[in-house]
C-alpha cells in the first residue's frame, strides 16, 4: 500500500513456505499474519478547532498497518502545517475545487493502491485509540463489506448520536437513538443495519471499487445512504460494531443553515431511490413516495413551514431534470446487482418513517420493532419517573378509555346509514368521475360545478384501495382522534404538560363531537376536529405570547412569525374542512371576530391587525381552493342557507343548556357545568399572556353560544348552522381556559398571598374533575347513540324497483337523510311552514354525492310549485304532476332512524301531511312508524315515452293525464 509512484511494501505473509529454505518448511515457525492494510481518508474544508483532535485521534490508533490520506477540498488556508504536527507522515492531496465529500473523497481510488479497506473519516471525527482495529476485526469476522462504530458527541461521549440506521422504502432514515440519549451499552451488539452514517467508515476497497465508489452528484448528506444502499445491491454486507466508538463534533450545522441541509436531504434520498431500485420495484415505490412527498408539502403548508414545501418541490424538479444522469447510473447499479430487491427489503423498516414518527409525535424510532418498542418504553420510563409525563399519561389513558369504550360499537360494526351519515356507495373511480363532471343529480338535476368532496374522497378512497366502507368508519372516528390530538398540542407553547393535559381531558369530554355523532352531521365532526388546529395557528398569525413574541415571550420551538406562512396554512386548513361542510367559514369569520374582541378587552389590542390579517386573508384563501364550486355560494341568486344549511332544532336549548354543551343526548347534566366553573380560574388568578388568552378565550365561547341561542330563538336575521358546528369553537376555548387555569396555578398563584385565590384554585379542580363525569357515563351506550339500525333495511324494497325513478323526500331538516332546499307552503295566504325542506334521491336512497345540495335554479323549483299548487288545494292529484319528475315515492320522516331505533325525533310538519293525505293519486303504503310513504304510479321512468293518447289537448291537460303506460326509453 502506497500513493502511485512508490514502491508498495512487501506484505507477504512471513508465514508463507516460499519464504523459506526447503528444510524449514516441514516445521515453520509460528508467525502472526501481518494485519490488512488500511487507509484512513479524511475529507477536509476550512476545518475548524476540531480538527487538532481528529488528527490527535488517528495519531494514537493502535491499528499497525494503518496509513492516513488527507483530501483537501480547496481550502482557503492550507491544512498541512495543522496536520503534520501530530501525523507528520500522513499524506495530503490538495483539490482545486470543492465538489463535496464523496466526489473528493473517490479521489483515492486514484491515489492509492494495495489498501484492502478504506476508512473514510470527517474532520470533526476523532475515534477512539482501538476505533479503526475494532472496524477491521468486525469486517473480517463478519465478512462484510461496510462496518461503521457507535458516534457519540465530541465533547461528551457520553451521549449517543447515532448506532446505525434503518430506512423506509422511500430512503427516508429510522434510528433507535434520540440525539443526546445517554449511553448506558444498550445498543452495544452487533447487527446487520442498513447505512452506516457518515462519520467513520470502513469500506473494503474492492467492494468500493465494484460499486464505483460515492456518488459524485451527491455533494453533501446521504452520500452514506446511497454508498450503503449500493452494498445492499451487490450483495455486501453492512454491519454497525458499537465497541468502536468514534466521537463527532456534527459541524456541518456550523458550515451549512437548516435549509440547505433539509433540501440536500430529500433531493439526494430521492435520487437514491431511483438508482437502487429494480425497475419494477420504482414503480411501485414512487408513486407512494409521491404521496408521502404531498402529504408532507400539505402540512407543511398547513404549519407555516414553507420553504419545507418549497424544498420538497424543488427536490423531485432537481432529480427530473437529471433523469438521464440517473438512468445511466441506475443501469450500473443493475449491472453489478447480486440481491433482489425484495431481500434488502428486509433491512427496511416498515411504512413510512415520516408519517410514522410524525403520528408518534418523534422525530425517528428505531430500525427494527423491538429497537422501536425498547426506545419507547425506556423512554416513557424516564418521563413517568421524572414526573413530565404523568399527567398527560394519565390524561391519555383517561381520554382514550372513556373514547374508545364510547365508540366500541362503532368500531366493530358497520356505521349505521342513518341522517347524514350516507353510505359511500361509490367508489374512487365514480367519485372522481363525478368531480369533473358539470352535472349534478340532486333535485331534478342541473348544471353546476360538483362539490371538491368528490375529488377529495377519490383521493381517499384510492389510498385505501377503494374499501370505501372502511374509509368512512376511520373518517368519523379519525375525526374525534385528530381533534384530541390538536386539543392536546394546542397548549404546547405554554410549556406545561398539566396544561395540555387539561385540555386534552376538557376537550374530549365536552359531548359536541359525540352528539355530532348520534345527530349524524359530518360537517360538525369536522368541524370539531379542525378547531383547535385553527385556534394556535391563529395565534400564531397574531403572534401573541407564548404562540409569538407579542405581550410576551415565545415559547419554547416556536418559530418566528410568519403572516404569509400563517395564511396559506389556515387557508389550507379551512379549505379541507368547508370541503365537508361550508358552514365553517362564516363560523371562523365569528371567531376571528371574537378574538379581536377578547383582546381588547382584555387591554391587549396589539396583534390584532395580524390575527384580522391571517384569519381573513386564510378564509380568501379557502374560497378561492373551491372555484369553481363556490361560486355557487357568492353568485347573485344564491341562498345563504346553501352555505349553512337549513338544520334547526325542535326545543329551543336554554343558555343553561348551551354552557353545559346540551344539544343531543350525550352530556346534558349540571354537573356538566364544571367545565365551565374551572375555565373561569385564569381570569381570577392569571397574569400577563395567561389572563389575555383566557378573555379571549371567553369572548369566543360567549360570542358562539350567544349566537346560537339567539338563533334558536329566531332572533336573528340569517339561518346557522347547526348547533354542535356552532359550539365546537366553543369547547375549544373552554379548554383552552381550563389548561391556562393550570399555567396560571404554576405560575401566577405563587405571587399572591394565601387567601381566596387559593380556594378557588380547589373549586376549580374539583369542578374539572365532575365535570367529565356526565360523558363518562354516557360511554356505556357504546356508540354514543347512534341510532343500531340504518334505512337499508326498512327501504329495502327500492332496491326491488327498476331504476330510472326518484323519491321526494320533504320534513324537517334534522331527519331528513340528505341535505335539501326550503320548501314554502302557503297556509292561507301565507307561507307559514318554518324548517321544512325537500330533496330528492335517485334510484332509491341517497348517497354519498347525494351529500351536497345542488343548486336550485332550473327545474328543481318545479318540485316546489306542484307542492304549493297541491298546498292551495287547486288539485287533488299531485301524483300526475310530480309523474313527469319520475318521482315514484314520496317520503315524509319523523325521525332520522327507524322506529324503535332512536335517533332524532323531529314532527312531521302538518302542512305536508294533510297536502299528501289529499292527494287520490298517491297510495299509502306502510313502512315504519317513523315514515310516511307514498307511491305515485303514474311516475315517468327517466327518461321516458310518454303515450300516444296523453298528447291531446292543452299542456295542462297533457301534465295531468294518466302518464300510468309511459315506458323507459333507454331502459
Same mark, same amino acid.
Given at each position: ?25 516441514e ?65 495530503v ?16 481510488r ?18 477512539e ?44 432514515r429510522?434510528?433507535v ?14 447487527r446487520?443495519?442498513?447505512?452506516v452514517?457518515g462519520?467513520?467508515?470502513l469500506?473494503?476497497?474492492d467492494?468500493f ?19 450503503c ?6 450483495g455486501a ?6 465497541d ?66 418549497r ?12 433523469r ?47 429497537d422501536r ?11 413517568v ?26 368500531i ?73 390530538v ?26 359536541v ?17 379542525a378547531?383547535?388546529?385553527?385556534l ?16 410576551g ?14 395564511? !396559506?396554512? /389556515? &387557508? $389550507?386548513?379551512? @379549505? ?5 361542510? *361550508?358552514?365553517? #367559514? =362564516? ?19 396589539r396583534?390584532?391587525?395580524?390575527l384580522?390579517?391571517?384569519g381573513?386573508?386564510?378564509?380568501v ?12 355560494f ?15 332544532v ?18 346534558g347534566?349540571l ?6 366553573i ?6 381570577l388568578?392569571?397574569r ?14 360567549? !360570542?358562539? /353560544? &350567544? $349566537?346560537?341561542? @339567539? ?5 336573528? *336575521?340569517?339561518? #346557522? =348552522? ?32 394565601f387567601?381566596?385565590r ?17 360523558t ?142 289529499d ?35 292543452t299542456a ?11 315506458e323507459?326509453?333507454?331502459?
Amino acid at each position: 500500500m502506497s500513493p502511485r509512484g512508490v514502491e508498495p511494501a512487501d506484505l507477504r505473509d512471513p508465514g508463507d513456505p516460499a519464504r523459506y529454505p526447503a528444510a524449514l518448511v516441514e516445521t515453520p515457525a509460528p508467525s502472526r499474519p501481518a494485519a490488512p492494510a488500511v487507509v484512513a481518508v479524511v475529507v477536509t474544508r476550512d476545518p475548524g478547532p476540531w480538527l487538532e483532535q481528529a488528527v490527535d485521534a488517528l495519531a494514537a490508533q493502535d491499528y499497525s498497518n494503518l496509513a492516513v490520506l488527507f483530501i483537501d477540498a480547496a481550502s482557503d488556508t492550507d491544512p498541512t502545517p495543522r496536520i503534520a504536527r501530530a501525523l507528520p507522515n500522513a499524506y495530503v492531496r490538495r483539490l482545486e475545487e470543492n465538489r463535496g465529500f464523496g466526489a473528493s473523497a473517490n479521489h483515492v481510488r486514484e491515489i492509492v493502491d494495495g489498501a484492502a479497506f478504506f476508512c473514510f473519516l470527517h474532520d470533526d471525527a476523532a475515534p477512539e485509540p482501538g476505533a479503526i482495529r475494532t472496524l477491521v476485526d468486525e469486517a473480517v469476522r463478519s465478512n462484510a463489506g461496510i462496518v461503521g462504530g457507535k458516534l457519540v458527541q465530541l465533547d461528551d461521549r457520553r451521549r449517543l448520536l447515532q448506532v446505525g440506521e434503518s430506512v423506509d422504502k422511500t430512503g427516508e432514515r429510522s434510528t433507535v437513538v434520540d440525539p443526546g440519549e445517554l449511553d448506558q451499552e444498550q445498543y452495544d451488539a452487533v447487527r446487520d443495519v442498513f447505512v452506516v452514517p457518515g462519520g467513520c467508515t470502513l469500506v473494503r476497497a474492492d467492494l468500493f471499487e465494484a460499486i464505483g465508489g460515492f456518488d459524485e452528484s451527491i455533494d453533501l448528506l446521504n452520500d452514506d445512504l446511497s454508498l450503503c444502499w449500493r452494498a445492499h445491491v451487490a450483495g455486501a454486507r453492512v454491519v454497525v460494531a458499537p465497541d468502536a466508538v468514534i466521537g463527532h463534533a456534527e459541524a456541518l450545522g456550523e458550515r451549512s443553515d437548516t435549509s440547505l441541509r433539509r433540501q440536500r436531504l430529500i433531493r439526494h434520498r430521492l435520487r437514491t431511490m431511483l438508482v437502487c431500485y429494480s425497475r419494477w420495484h420504482r414503480v411501485r415505490v414512487l408513486p407512494q413516495a409521491a404521496f408521502v412527498a404531498v402529504l408532507e408539502i400539505i402540512y407543511s403548508l398547513l404549519t407555516g413551514r414553507r420553504g419545507q414545501a418549497r424544498d420538497v418541490v424543488a427536490a423531485w424538479r432537481w432529480n427530473w431534470r437529471r433523469r438521464g444522469e440517473i438512468r445511466a447510473l441506475h443501469r450500473k447499479v443493475e449491472g453489478f446487482r447480486g440481491v433482489p430487491d425484495a431481500e434488502i427489503r428486509r433491512f427496511q423498516v416498515r411504512g413510512f418513517s415520516r408519517l410514522n414518527a410524525f403520528l408518534r409525535g418523534t422525530s425517528s424510532r428505531g430500525a427494527s420493532p423491538s429497537d422501536r418498542a425498547e426506545g419507547a418504553w425506556r423512554r416513557f420510563v424516564t418521563g413517568v419517573r421524572s414526573g413530565e409525563l404523568r399527567w398527560p399519561v394519565v390524561a391519555w389513558a383517561i381520554t382514550i378509555v372513556i373514547v374508545a369504550f364510547g365508540s366500541r360499537h362503532l368500531i366493530q360494526r358497520p356505521i349505521a346509514t342513518v341522517g347524514g351519515f350516507l353510505p359511500f356507495d361509490e367508489g374512487p373511480g365514480e367519485l372522481f368521475d363525478a368531480f369533473l363532471s358539470g352535472w349534478r343529480t340532486t333535485g331534478l338535476g342541473s348544471s353546476s360545478p360538483a362539490p371538491t368532496a368528490f375529488g377529495l374522497l377519490a383521493g381517499a378512497g384510492a389510498v385505501f384501495f377503494g374499501a370505501m366502507g372502511a374509509l368512512r368508519q376511520v373518517l368519523l372516528l379519525g375525526s374525534i382522534a385528530v381533534g384530541l390530538v390538536g386539543a392536546y398540542r394546542l397548549l404546547r407553547p405554554a410549556a406545561s404538560p398539566r396544561a395540555q393535559a387539561v385540555a386534552l381531558v376538557v376537550y374530549g369530554a365536552i359531548p359536541v363531537a359525540y352528539d355530532a355523532v348520534a345527530d349524524a352531521r359530518w360537517g360538525s365532526l369536522a368541524v370539531y376536529a379542525a378547531t383547535p388546529w385553527l385556534l394556535g395557528q391563529l395565534g400564531r398569525a397574531a403572534g401573541w405570547a407564548p404562540f409569538g413574541p407579542v405581550d410576551g415571550d415565545a415559547g419554547p420551538g416556536v418559530r418566528r412569525p410568519d403572516l404569509v406562512g400563517r395564511v !396559506a396554512s /389556515i &387557508g $389550507l386548513l379551512l @379549505a379541507l374542512v368547508a370541503a365537508i361542510d *361550508p358552514a365553517v #367559514l =362564516p363560523v371562523v369569520a365569528v371567531v376571528i371576530v371574537a378574538l379581536a374582541l377578547g383582546s381588547a378587552i382584555a387591554g391587549a389590542p396589539r396583534g390584532v391587525p395580524r390575527l384580522l390579517a391571517g384569519g381573513l386573508g386564510g378564509l380568501v384563501v379557502a374560497v378561492a381552493l373551491h372555484v369553481p364550486w363556490m361560486l355557487d355560494f357568492v353568485l347573485p341568486g344564491a341562498r345563504w342557507e346553501q352555505v349553512v344549511g337549513h338544520a334547526g332544532v325542535a326545543e329551543t336549548p336554554t343558555l343553561g343548556a348551551l354552557f353545559r354543551f346540551d344539544v343531543g343526548p350525550v352530556g346534558g347534566s349540571l354537573l356538566a357545568l364544571g367545565f365551565p366553573i374551572a375555565a373561569t380560574l385564569p381570569l381570577l388568578i392569571g397574569r400577563g399572556w395567561r389572563f389575555d388568552w383566557a378573555v379571549r378565550a371567553w369572548t369566543v365561547a360567549l !360570542a358562539l /353560544i &350567544g $349566537l346560537t341561542w @339567539a338563533g334558536g330563538e329566531d332572533r336573528l *336575521p340569517l339561518a #346557522l =348552522p347547526p348547533a354542535e358546528t356552532m359550539l365546537a369553537p366553543a369547547a375549544a376555548s373552554m379548554a383552552i381556559a381550563a389548561g391556562l387555569g393550570v399555567v396560571a396555578f404554576e405560575i401566577d398563584l405563587r405571587q399572591y398571598h394565601f387567601g381566596w385565590r387559593q380556594v378557588a384554585s380547589i373549586v376549580a379542580g374539583v369542578a374539572l374533575v365532575i365535570g367529565a363525569v356526565p360523558t363518562m357515563l354516557d360511554a356505556g351506550n357504546g356508540r354514543w347513540y347512534l341510532p343500531g339500525g340504518d334505512l337499508e333495511s326498512t327501504f329495502g324494497f327500492l332496491e326491488e324497483e327498476e331504476p330510472g325513478f326518484r323519491v321526494l323526500w320533504i320534513g324537517h331538516p334534522d331527519v331528513l337523510p340528505l341535505p335539501g332546499h326550503a320548501l314554502d307552503l302557503p297556509d292561507g295566504d301565507e307561507p307559514t311552514s318554518d324548517h321544512v325542506v325537500y330533496a330528492t334521491s335517485d334510484d332509491g336512497l341517497p348517497g354519498i354525492t347525494d351529500g351536497w345540495p345542488g343548486s336550485e335554479d332550473g327545474p328543481t323549483q318545479l318540485i316546489e310549485d306542484a307542492m304549493a299548487l297541491a298546498a292551495r288545494g287547486e288539485t287533488s292529484r299531485l301524483g300526475r304532476l310530480l309523474a313527469p319528475m319520475a318521482i315514484r315515492y314520496v317520503v315524509v320522516p319523523t325521525a332520522s332512524a327507524p322506529r324503535p331505533l332512536g335517533g332524532v325525533q323531529r314532527p312531521a310538519p302538518a302542512q305536508v301531511t294533510g297536502t299528501l293525505a289529499d292527494q287520490l293519486d298517491l297510495a299509502a303504503v306502510p313502512v315504519n312508524p317513523a315514515y310516511t310513504v307514498y307511491r305515485n304510479d303514474a311516475a315517468l321512468p327517466s327518461p321516458a315515452m310518454i303515450p300516444a293518447t296523453a298528447g291531446s289537448g292543452t299542456a295542462f291537460e297533457v301534465t295531468a293525464g294518466d302518464l300510468v303506460g309511459a315506458e323507459p326509453v333507454l331502459g
